[in-house]
């Protein structure tokens, strides 16, 4: 008789073996390491866009704006993963296990995709739920101009605010607004040719 396949289980410190030495960016969860996909045109646009609204609204702030190469821990859950945007003020706060990765971000944002929307709204939401320092999570849709925040009240349960076309999300904890004509200006348009 067959004995079923184990399931390899892997520990933080070889997933961060791992990611030293890898040329993609991999989430950890649970003893597992998850590839993560790569970006389109768009959605790298669109989360520069972000960056670069925020990094002029906070400029001279003690708020920093990092990309996609920082990585975020929740240490509640274990999670380790880069999300699009982070807004971290203050001091940097870095996870005991893992200098490269800090874990008091106030601000997160995911630009969706198709492959990642339900993931970014439902699961991953629950585990940066879990970040005692998260006020707001910002998701940036690419298939229609819309930006949603989700904002954390006082007794810990969640607010949507949503913004189209002429308005824009505001993000309290920062005092920061995210115009939705400036993101998505020319984000949207393809090129036919070169």
């Known amino acids: 008789m067959n004995a079923p396949a184990r399931k390899l289980t892997f520990t933080y410190a070889d997933y961060l073996a791992q990611e ?3 040329s993609t960016k991999h989430e950890f969860l ?22 670069a609204e925020l990094a002029a609204q906070l400029r001279r ?17 274990g999670l380790a993963t880069y999300p699009d945007v982070a807004v971290v003020c203050g ?10 990765a800090v874990v008091n ?4 944002v ?5 492959s990642t ?3 970014d709204r439902g699961e991953k939401f629950a585990h940066y739920r879990r970040i005692p320092s998260l006020k707001e999570y910002v998701l940036v849709s690419q298939q229609h101009r819309r930006i949603e925040v989700f904002r954390r009240n006082e007794d810990s349960t969640w607010t ?21 004509n400036d993101v998505y200006d020319g984000a949207l348009e393809t090129s036919a040719a070169g």
């Open 20 to 22: 030293r030495a890898s």
């Open 30 to 51: 649970h003893g597992e390491i998850f590839a993560m996909a790569g970006g389109t045109p768009e959605h790298a646009r669109l989360a520069a866009q972000v960056i």
């Open 61 to 77: 702030r003690p708020c920093a704006v990092f990309s996609s190469d920082l990585r975020v821990r929740v240490l509640a859950t």
């Open 91 to 100: 001091r940097l706060s870095r996870d005991p296990e893992d200098d490269d």
């Open 105 to 108: 971000p106030v601000v997160l």
């Open 110 to 114: 995911e630009v969706l995709s198709d």
């Open 117 to 119: 929307e339900a993931y």
């Open 160 to 180: 949507l605010h949503e913004a189209g076309p002429g308005a824009s999300a505001r993000l309290t904890s920062v005092g920061c607004e995210l115009a939705v």
